[in-house]
C-alpha cells in the first residue's frame, strides 16, 4: 500500500480549523503536521492535537457497543453488539414516543467535533429527531450571547479577517488568551509591529506578550468601552463623516458616552484613572485599532451587552472603514453554507420545543411538558462541561431517563450512559470545517480505517433510522451527498483537492451600525448599550475558569502526558486574598459556594488582581474526587440569547 498523505482538519472547538496532513504507511496513521499551504495553520499545530494521533491509537478508546450494567454513574458496562445496541434503542425510543410523545427526546449535540457532518456545525442526526418530532438543542452554552450582542449593533457577528491584524497599529486583545486559545492569531499580531493591549482580570501567557495588561474586575468591560470612549469623545476625536455615513442614533449613544467619566468607570472596572484615560488618548490618535475579542469575556451576565458596546467603539472611531480596523470575535456570521438543507427542519411533523444546552440540569429535573425521557449525548461531555454540575448528575442519575452517549473514551458522561456507542475519529471519516478565527474552509478526508466496531455518527443514525422503520429518503443520504447539499454555491472539488478554500466575508457592518438598536429593542432589550454588571453578588473572590493550555474543554483530559504537564488543580490567589484566608502558596484548599466545592492547590500570585481568582476548565471529575469547578457555577442565563455565564462565579476559598 506504500506511504501517502490525506488532507485533513482539526475538528476541535477552536478558532483555528487546523489544515493538517496525516501521513499513512501501511493502512496506518503515522504522522499528522499542520499543512504548510494553509496560510493561517502555516505548518503548526498545538500542544494538544500534536498528541492527536496517540488519542486516535489510545487503549482507553471506546471501540464496541456497551450496555450499562451497573447503577448509573459506576462505570461499569458489558460489550454488545450493534444489532443489539441498535434493537434496545429502537424499543425504548419507540416505548417514549408512545408513552410521552416524541419532544421527551432531547438530542443534546456538545462542541468535540466542530464539523458540519459528524459534529456541532450540522447536527448530525437532526434528521432522523425531525423526523420523530423529538425536541430541538440549542449550543447555548458558549458563544451566542457575545453573537447576538454584536448582531444587535452589527446586524452579522462576523467581523474582521484576522489575517488583517498584520495591518493595525494599535491592537486590544480583550478578554482574550490566545497563546492559549488559538495561537494561530498572534502571527498576525506580530507581523503588524502594533502597540499591544492586554484586558484581561488575569495576567496570562498573552498578557505577558503585550505592551500594556490592564485588569478590570470581571463583567465589567462595558463600562470601560464606554469610558474609553468618554475620552476619545472629549478629545472630539470621533470620525463625523464616518458617523453621519455609516451609523444610527450616534445624539442618544453620545448622551450615553457622557455618563461615563473616568472617575466613574475607575470606580466600576477597578482601572485606575489615569489607565483609563491614557488608553483613551491612545486609541484617539491610533488609526487603525483593531479589538481581538473572544468568548471569555461574555460568560458573564452582561456577556452580551459586553460586546454590543464593544463593536460600538470602531463604530465611533470609524476604524469598520480601515482595513486593520474593527473587532474580529467570530468569522462564523461569514459563512453563508446551506445549512438548512443539511438538517431539514422542514422535516418535522409540527413545530417542537428548544432545550437550552446550558440548562440540563433544569431540563432533567424540572421540565414535565413533556419530561425528557430519552438523552443523546452526541460530542459533548455534561458531567464535566456543564455548570452547576450537582444537579447536571443528579438529573443524568434518574432511573427513569434513557441517556445514549456516543463517544470516543469513557468520559464522566459515559458513566451515566444506559448505552454507549463508539464514534470514529477525525481520521476515521468524511468531514467538512469552518474557522471561527479566519475565513476558510477545511477539508477532511478520511486517512484510516476506524478501530474495532466505531461508526461515524452519521452511519450511527442512518443505521438507527432504517432500525425505527423510517422510510424518508433523506435519513440515507451518503456523508459524500450530505457534503455537496451544505457547500451548494461553493467548488468542492477544488475544496477537496487542496484540502481548504477561502470564502468572501460579508460587510461589516452588515448595513447602517446601530449605536442605538432596533434590534436589541425588538428582542425585548434596552435600545440604548449600556453596562450591566455582574449578577453573582455576594462577598467571595470572582472565580474565572477559563481555558487550560493542556485540554480543550475536557477533551484530552484522561491524555496521560498532558494531565501530567497540566499538573493539580489549582486556584491562583491575589497575596492580599490569601494572606486574609491564611493560605499559603502550595497549600491545598477547598473552593466552595452554595452550589458546590471542589478541591484544589493554592497559587499565591499577582497574576490575579485582588478579589479575583483564576483556575482552568477541563479536567475530568473522575481524576478530582468526583467534582470540579463546574460544581460551583451557577446555571444561570447571561443577558442575550441563554449564553452560560461561566466566570460570574463568586466563590470562597479555605484552606483544607
Ligand atoms: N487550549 C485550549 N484552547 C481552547 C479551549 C480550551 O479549553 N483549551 N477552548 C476553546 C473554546 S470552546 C473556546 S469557546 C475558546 C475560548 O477562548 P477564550 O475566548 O480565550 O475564552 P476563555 O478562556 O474563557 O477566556 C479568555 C480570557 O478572558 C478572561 N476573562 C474572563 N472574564 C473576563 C472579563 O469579564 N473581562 C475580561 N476583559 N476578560 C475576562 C480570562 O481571564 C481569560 O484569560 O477557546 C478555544 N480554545
Ligand atoms: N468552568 C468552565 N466550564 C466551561 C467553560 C468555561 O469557560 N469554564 N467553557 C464552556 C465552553 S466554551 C464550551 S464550548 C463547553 C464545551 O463542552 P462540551 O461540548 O461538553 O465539550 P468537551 O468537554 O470537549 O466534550 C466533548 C466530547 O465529545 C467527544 N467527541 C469529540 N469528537 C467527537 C465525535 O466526532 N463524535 C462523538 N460522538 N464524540 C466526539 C470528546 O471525546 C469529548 O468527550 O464547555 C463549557 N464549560
Ligand atoms: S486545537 Fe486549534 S490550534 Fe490546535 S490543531 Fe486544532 S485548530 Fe489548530
Ligand atoms: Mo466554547
Redesign the pocket.
Known amino acids: 500500500m506504500g506511504r501517502v498523505k490525506v488532507l485533513g482538519a482539526c475538528p ?4 483555528d480549523a487546523c489544515s493538517w496532513v496525516v501521513t499513512v504507511e501501511d493502512g496506518k496513521a503515522t504522522g499528522l503536521r499542520g499543512n504548510k499551504d494553509h496560510p493561517v495553520t502555516r505548518g503548526a499545530l ?3 492535537v500534536n498528541r492527536y494521533l496517540e488519542q486516535v491509537g489510545s487503549p482507553d478508546r471506546l471501540r464496541y457497543p456497551l450496555r450499562r450494567v451497573g447503577p448509573k454513574g459506576s462505570g461499569r458496562f458489558e460489550r454488545i453488539s450493534w444489532d443489539e445496541a441498535l434493537d434496545e434503542i429502537a424499543t425504548r425510543l419507540t416505548g417514549i414516543v408512545a408513552g410521552f410523545g416524541a419532544e421527551a427526546i432531547w438530542p443534546f449535540h456538545g ?1 468535540g467535533s466542530l464539523g458540519y457532518l459528524q459534529g456541532l456545525e450540522g447536527y448530525p442526526g437532526r434528521r432522523m429527531f425531525n423526523v420523530l418530532g423529538a425536541s430541538h438543542h440549542a449550543a447555548t452554552i ?2 451566542v450571547a457575545g453573537g447576538t450582542g454584536l448582531r444587535y449593533t452589527l446586524g452579522t457577528s462576523g467581523g474582521m479577517d484576522p489575517e488583517d491584524f498584520a495591518r493595525s497599529k494599535l491592537i486590544l486583545l ?5 497563546l ?3 495561537h494561530h492569531l498572534w502571527k498576525f499580531v506580530q507581523d503588524s509591529g502594533a502597540y499591544l493591549v492586554s ?4 495576567r ?1 501567557k ?2 505577558e506578550r503585550c505592551d500594556e495588561h490592564i485588569a ?6 462595558a463600562a ?1 468601552a464606554l469610558g474609553l470612549l468618554h475620552v476619545i469623545v472629549s478629545l472630539g476625536a470621533q470620525d463625523e463623516r464616518f458617523i453621519a455615513e455609516h451609523t444610527e442614533g450616534w445624539p442618544e449613544f453620545r448622551d450615553r458616552i457622557t455618563e461615563f467619566t473616568p472617575e466613574r468607570t475607575a470606580a466600576i472596572t477597578g482601572v485606575p484613572q489615569e489607565q483609563i484615560v491614557a488608553l483613551g488618548e491612545r486609541i484617539a490618535r491610533t488609526r487603525p485599532t483593531a479589538i481581538r ?5 461574555q ?2 451576565a452582561g ?1 452580551g451587552m ?1 460586546l454590543r458596546v464593544l463593536a460600538c467603539l470602531p463604530g465611533v472611531t470609524g476604524d469598520w472603514a480601515i482595513p486593520g480596523g474593527g473587532l474580529h470575535y467570530s468569522t462564523s456570521g461569514h459563512f453563508r453554507l446551506d445549512d438548512a438543507a443539511l438538517v431539514r427542519d422542514d422535516l418535522l411533523p409540527h413545530p417542537v420545543r428548544t432545550l437550552s444546552m446550558t440548562r440540563l440540569g433544569e431540563a432533567l429535573l424540572e421540565t414535565d411538558d413533556p419530561p425528557v425521557k430519552a438523552l443523546f449525548v452526541i460530542g459533548a461531555n455534561p458531567v464535566g462541561s456543564n455548570p452547576d454540575q450537582r444537579r447536571a448528575i443528579e438529573g443524568l442519575s434518574r432511573d427513569d431517563l434513557f441517556t445514549v452517549v456516543l463517544e470516543h473514551f469513557a468520559t464522566d458522561t459515559v458513566d451515566y450512559a444506559d448505552i454507549v456507542l463508539p464514534a470514529t475519529m477525525q481520521p476515521e471519516h468524511l468531514d467538512v470545517i469552518a474557522g471561527y478565527g479566519h475565513l476558510y474552509l477545511v477539508w477532511n478526508e478520511p486517512a484510516v480505517e476506524p478501530p474495532g466496531e466505531c461508526l461515524s455518527t452519521t452511519e450511527t443514525f442512518r443505521r438507527l433510522s432504517h432500525r425505527l422503520g423510517l422510510t424518508e429518503p433523506a435519513l440515507y443520504d451518503s456523508d459524500e451527498e450530505l457534503a455537496r447539499q451544505l457547500l451548494k454555491g461553493h467548488d468542492l472539488d477544488r475544496l477537496r483537492a487542496d484540502g481548504f478554500l477561502k470564502i468572501q466575508p460579508g460587510s461589516v457592518p452588515a448595513d447602517k451600525l446601530q449605536f442605538v438598536s432596533t434590534r436589541a429593542e425588538l428582542a425585548g432589550h434596552d435600545p440604548l448599550p449600556d453596562y450591566t454588571p ?1 449578577a453573582d453578588k455576594g462577598d467571595g473572590l470572582v472565580l ?10 475536557t ?1 484530552f483530559g484522561s491524555n496521560p502526558e498532558l494531565r501530567r504537564r497540566a499538573g493539580d488543580s489549582t486556584i491562583t490567589l491575589h497575596p492580599d486574598d490569601a494572606a486574609a484566608r491564611d493560605i499559603t502558596d502550595g497549600a491545598a484548599v477547598l473552593v466552595s459556594n452554595a452550589r458546590g466545592a471542589f478541591e484544589a492547590v493554592a497559587e499565591v500570585s499577582d497574576r490575579v488582581r485582588p478579589g479575583v481568582a ?1 483556575t ?3 479536567r475530568w471529575a473522575k481524576f478530582t474526587d468526583g467534582a470540579t469547578v463546574n460544581a460551583t457555577i451557577a446555571e444561570r442565563d447571561s443577558d442575550y440569547g441563554g449564553g452560560a455565564v ?3 462565579n463568586r466563590v470562597e476559598v479555605r484552606p483544607r
Do not use: E
Open positions: 476541535l472547538d477552536c478558532p498545538c500542544v494538544k462542541t458558549c458563544s480583550w478578554g482574550t488568551n490566545p492559549t486559545s488559538g484586558i484581561d482580570p488575569v496570562t498573552t498578557s478590570p474586575l470581571p463583567g465589567t468591560d470601560l475579542a473572544s468568548q471569555g469575556m460568560r458573564h456577556g459586553a455582574p474565572i475558569s477559563a481555558a487550560s493550555h493542556y485540554f480543550l474543554n477533551s483564576a482552568t476548565k477541563g461561566f466566570h460570574d
